[in-house]
């Protein structure tokens, strides 16, 4: 028989119980000395032993222990057990019946239990190409050119913009897809938003992370409009933790995540870039700890076209900034694409003058855009004529290449393009085909290109008739 060591207080334990019964004494006299020092969970200094769970809500044994009773052979330490979580573990073998597919909402944007994100730097339409994804769900229309699965409830929770100025976006998208029929009648009952302010998911509180009102008020919402989309815009401004703190960041989305699966629903949080140039479909764009991007499931980017993709699709380069690209970043859900969706920024005038502002507002909406195809509006003959001039090299046998920045004697195709690159609508397709030349050029020395005599689509690479010194 084992006996504890204080001769005031004997207590004798039935075996082979004896072992974890001093263990869990051991532990109890660990956690009544973590709460003399520690505050309760509220935060009150004064919370006493009475509010910190212990092994005492165990009831009867811990009674018959602090008395010198024995106790029980069996059954005593189940309820212990009765205190802890209960964790179910499966055996794979028993999984005769296939689960079920990802619910998806939209294309490989949304989905019912993960956290999605769009990764990108202000004035690049992140609002309103969520706006128009919103309203796409809602109507069940799309018109992003995005796959709707289902018609979806939409709740959009801004912390940036009032209510008047949500109103102003969604009229705005309204009022440009009008061919499409969409009106108020149309959303209602499906589009919800709402922009609380003051309020925070998760914040400091006494020197410890505490879960915020919204959390409370997400779940009022959610519980009431049942939606299966909720945007939280922008997540910088859902918590008021330290963003570059990985452990703070992991807490804010563990929060969002444990929503998403409760209430079987998609949760997206626009979030913003750090300083410095992005990388289209770079994941670690996103400002503050890497736990952001680890904990979405579902990150994309957006980022404006650059000079070289502007002058690739012959857009004016002062108006390049209108259009964006959307790539796929850490989505480890789908196969990556090899291309991006493209959009373009477009003002809407909303007719809402008065007497004072008499032009009203014009508020910006995206649309579709598809840029040109790469050999599209130049004729098969003149592509093959050229193609063939690359081939055959230079008259001393030496052959062409992009080496030098297109400038040097050898830089034919870039010199071929701009000498008879033809204007108007088909200059961009001349810029692709320059585009497209010097990459053949860049390929391994002893290879080049020609097309096929099925057209200009097929173009491939034959070997070189030889390899000479430069």
Same mark, same amino acid.
């Given at each position: 028989?084992?006996?504890?060591?204080?001769?005031?207080?004997?207590?004798?334990?039935?075996?082979?119980?004896?072992?974890?019964? !001093? =263990?869990?004494?051991?532990?109890?006299?660990?956690?009544?000395?973590?709460?003399?020092?520690?505050?309760? %969970?509220?935060?009150?200094?004064?919370?006493?032993?009475? $509010?910190?769970?212990?092994?005492? /809500?165990?009831?009867?044994?811990?009674?018959?222990?602090? %008395?010198?009773?024995?106790?029980?052979?069996?059954?005593?330490?189940?309820?212990?057990?009765?205190?802890?979580?209960?964790?179910?573990?499966?055996?794979?073998?028993?999984? @005769?019946?296939?689960?079920?597919?990802?619910?998806?909402?939209?294309?490989?944007?949304?989905?019912?239990?993960?956290?999605?994100?769009?990764?990108?730097?202000?004035?690049?339409?992140?609002?309103?190409?969520?706006?128009?994804?919103?309203?796409?769900?809602?109507?069940?229309?799309?018109?992003?050119?995005?796959?709707?699965?289902?018609? &979806?409830?939409?709740?959009?929770?801004?912390?940036?913009?009032?209510? =008047?100025?949500?109103?102003?976006?969604?009229?705005?998208?309204?009022?440009?897809?009008?061919?499409?029929?969409? %009106?108020?009648?149309?959303?209602?009952?499906?589009?919800?938003?709402? &922009?609380?302010?003051?309020?925070?998911?998760?914040?400091?509180?006494?020197?410890?992370?505490?879960?915020?009102?919204?959390?409370?008020?997400?779940?009022?919402?959610?519980?009431?409009?049942?939606?299966?989309?909720?945007?939280?815009?922008?997540?910088?401004?859902?918590?008021?933790?330290?963003?570059?703190?990985?452990?703070?960041? /992991?807490?804010?989305?563990?929060?969002?995540?444990?929503?998403?699966?409760?209430?079987?629903?998609?949760?997206?949080?626009?979030?913003?870039?750090?300083?410095?140039?992005?990388?289209?479909? $770079?994941? /670690?764009? *996103?400002? *503050?700890?890497?736990?952001?991007?680890?904990?979405?499931?579902?990150?994309?980017?957006? @980022?404006?076209?650059? !000079?070289?993709?502007?002058?690739?699709?012959?857009?004016?380069? !002062?108006?390049?900034?209108?259009?964006?690209?959307?790539?796929?970043?850490?989505?480890?859900?789908?196969?990556?694409?090899?291309?991006?969706?493209?959009?373009? +920024?477009? *003002?809407?005038?909303?007719?809402?003058?008065?007497?004072?502002?008499?032009?009203?507002?014009?508020?910006? @909406?995206?649309?579709?855009?598809?840029?040109?195809?790469?050999? !599209?509006? +130049?004729?098969?003959? %003149?592509?093959?004529?050229? +193609? @063939?001039?690359?081939?055959?090299?230079?008259?001393?046998?030496?052959?062409?290449?992009?080496?030098?920045?297109?400038?040097?004697?050898?830089?034919?195709?870039?010199?071929?393009?701009?000498?008879?690159?033809?204007?108007?609508?088909?200059?961009?397709?001349?810029?692709?085909?320059?585009?497209?030349?010097?990459?053949? &050029?860049?390929?391994?020395?002893?290879?080049?290109?020609?097309?096929?005599?099925?057209?200009?689509?097929?173009?491939?690479?034959?070997?070189?008739?030889?390899?000479?010194?430069?």
């Amino acid at each position: 028989m084992s006996k504890h060591k204080s001769d005031d207080h004997r207590v004798n334990y039935g075996e082979p119980a004896d072992r974890e019964a !001093e =263990q869990l004494l051991a532990e109890q006299a660990a956690l009544e000395q973590q709460a003399a020092i520690t505050p309760g %969970t509220n935060g009150d200094p004064n919370d006493s032993m009475d $509010d910190f769970p212990t092994l005492r /809500d165990a009831g009867e044994p811990w009674a018959k222990a602090a %008395t010198g009773q024995s106790l029980p052979d069996e059954g005593w330490k189940a309820r212990f057990d009765d205190l802890a979580p209960a964790l179910e573990v499966r055996d794979a073998g028993d999984d @005769t019946a296939k689960p079920p597919p990802r619910r998806w909402l939209m294309g490989n944007q949304f989905c019912r239990g993960f956290l999605s994100g769009l990764v990108a730097p202000g004035s690049t339409g992140k609002s309103a190409l969520r706006m128009l994804q919103c309203l796409s769900l809602a109507t069940g229309v799309s018109l992003t050119d995005q796959h709707i699965f289902r018609r &979806c409830r939409v709740l959009i929770v801004s912390f940036e913009d009032d209510q =008047q100025e949500i109103q102003r976006r969604i009229l705005a998208a309204m009022l440009e897809y009008g061919k499409y029929g969409i %009106t108020r009648e149309q959303v209602k009952g499906w589009l919800f938003y709402a &922009c609380p302010k003051g309020i925070k998911l998760a914040e400091m509180k006494n020197g410890s992370r505490q879960i915020g009102a919204l959390e409370k008020q997400l779940r009022v919402w959610i519980e009431k409009y049942r939606p299966d989309l909720v945007v939280l815009d922008p997540y910088v401004k859902v918590h008021a933790l330290e963003e570059n703190d990985n452990s703070a960041m /992991d807490f804010v989305c563990d929060l969002l995540a444990t929503l998403a699966i409760e209430y079987d629903i998609a949760i997206d949080a626009p979030h913003h870039t750090r300083k410095g140039q992005l990388t289209p479909g $770079d994941a /670690d764009s *996103g400002r *503050g700890g890497s736990a952001v991007r680890d904990a979405g499931r579902l990150i994309y980017t957006l @980022t404006a076209m650059n !000079e070289e993709e502007a002058n690739q699709f012959g857009i004016n380069p !002062e108006d390049r900034a209108a259009y964006v690209r959307l790539d796929k970043a850490k989505v480890n859900l789908t196969p990556p694409a090899r291309t991006a969706e493209w959009f373009k +920024l477009v *003002g809407v005038k909303l007719d809402n003058g008065n007497d004072e502002y008499p032009n009203g507002d014009e508020v910006q @909406t995206v649309k579709p855009w598809k840029p040109p195809k790469l050999w !599209e509006g +130049l004729a098969s003959e %003149t592509l093959n004529a050229a +193609l @063939t001039d690359i081939d055959n090299g230079m008259p001393n046998g030496q052959r062409y290449t992009d080496a030098g920045g297109g400038k040097g004697p050898r830089a034919r195709p870039g010199r071929w393009c701009r000498s008879t690159a033809p204007a108007g609508p088909k200059a961009s397709a001349a810029r692709s085909f320059e585009h497209g030349s010097k990459t053949a &050029c860049s390929m391994r020395p002893n290879m080049t290109t020609r097309s096929s005599a099925s057209g200009a689509k097929a173009i491939g690479s034959i070997p070189a008739r030889g390899r000479h010194n430069a």
